[in-house]
């Protein structure tokens, strides 16, 4: 009896359900490649695909003050999450992570900052801030000049004191000619 009233349902069903095939499962609206642009924000090693725009220790100094010393702590010297400033540009036997020892390249440090700062509200730091957060956390360990202005050009040249001492997770995705200096 289930059999063939499941049957007659598919019979009846059938033609109604078979004209809506060619249309797809209605699960949404294709997305544009400007929608994908958006999300499509990788920065890898080398500095490919930093976005336009530049910042300075001063300004970031600022945006730090405003949105990132809560966490951080003054002068990132460690609030009620890392800190960003002040462990040697080696590993500490306590094992602080900071900018200095813990980050392979400049541009890693931007990455992150524009995809997860500030916490909870990640993604919302224009590009001009991202950039002045990565000069201010660099200055603060001496890893660039105070009057430094960071962009897409002069960011990827930064070499991190640590970046030697890092195994790559992912080989193909160093800078072309890094492999060499692992």
């Given at each position: 009896m289930f059999t063939s009233r499941l049957a007659a349902l598919v019979l009846a069903t059938?033609?109604?359900?078979?004209?809506?095939?060619?249309?797809?499962?209605?699960?949404?609206?294709?997305?544009?490649?400007?929608?994908?642009?958006?999300?499509?924000?990788n920065v890898q090693p080398d500095g490919t695909n930093?976005?336009?725009?530049?910042?300075?220790?001063?300004?970031?100094?600022?945006?730090?003050?405003?949105k990132c010393q809560h966490c951080h702590g003054e002068n990132g010297k460690g609030g009620v999450n890392a800190a960003l400033v002040g462990a040697p540009p080696?590993?500490?036997?306590?094992?602080?992570?900071?900018?200095?020892?813990?980050?392979?390249?400049?541009?890693?440090?931007?990455?992150?900052?524009r995809r997860a700062m500030p916490w909870p509200q990640p993604r919302s730091l224009t590009d001009d801030e991202v950039y002045a957060l990565t000069a201010y956390i660099l200055a603060q360990?001496?890893?660039?000049?105070?009057?430094?202005?960071?962009?897409?050009?002069?960011?990827?040249?930064?070499?991190?004191p640590n970046r030697d001492n890092f195994i790559p997770?992912?080989?193909?995705?160093?800078?072309?000619?890094?492999?060499?200096?692992?």
């Open positions: 059938g033609p109604a359900w078979a004209s809506g095939a060619d249309s797809g499962p209605n699960l949404g609206t294709p997305i544009t490649p400007a929608d994908l642009a958006t999300w499509s924000i930093l976005p336009p725009g530049s910042g300075t220790m001063a300004q970031g100094a600022a945006v730090y003050a405003q080696i590993k500490t036997i306590d094992g602080t992570r900071t900018i200095a020892n813990f980050w392979p390249y400049a541009t890693t440090v931007f990455d992150y900052i360990n001496k890893l660039i000049g105070e009057k430094d202005v960071m962009n897409a050009q002069t960011l990827p040249k930064v070499r991190m997770r992912f080989p193909d995705k160093l800078p072309r000619g890094a492999e060499r200096d692992l």
